[in-house]
């Protein structure tokens, strides 16, 4: 199914809102994988001058894979994690390797855990 082609910024204006974007990051959670992954393969042909609509999708996908591995590495044991942190050491899986190394430091019952953001936290007035 292909939409008729729009000039962007008439889709921007009428469909693609702010809140149609909001609405979509509300509901993309109680959408299955596979129903994401149909949205995704949709948007990718019909609307591919929206990567904040495309980006929305994958992030949930992300998250998940993210949540699912965070489960998975409370089961594993201290070498099974340092072999997942060799495994993910290439720096687009910088999130799963910091996963694991979290799991580690609260393993090993360390005060306060590293932050390698370089920012620092400030308590909100």
């Given amino acids: 199914m292909n939409l008729p082609r729009q000039a962007p910024e008439e889709l921007r204006e009428f469909y693609i809102t702010p809140v149609y974007l909001q609405i979509l990051r509300d509901r993309v959670s109680e959408w299955t994988a596979e129903s994401i992954q149909n949205q995704l ?9 929206y990567p904040e609509v495309l980006e929305i999708l994958e992030g949930e ?5 993210l949540n699912q591995f965070h489960r998975q590495a409370r089961r594993l044991t201290r070498e099974q994690l340092l072999a ?14 910091e996963i694991a190394r979290t799991e ?5 019952g360390v005060n306060r855990l590293k ?3 370089g920012t620092r936290a400030t ?3």
Wanted: aromatic letters at 12%; charged letters at 40%.
């Fill in 41 to 49: 393969r949709l948007f990718r042909g019909t609307i591919p001058d």
């Fill in 61 to 65: 996908l992300y998250r998940r894979q």
């Fill in 84 to 97: 997942v942190q060799k495994k993910y050491a290439h720096e687009q899986y910088a999130d799963f390797r």
């Fill in 104 to 108: 580690l430091e609260i393993r090993a």
């Fill in 115 to 117: 932050d390698d953001s």
């Fill in 123 to 125: 308590v909100a007035d």
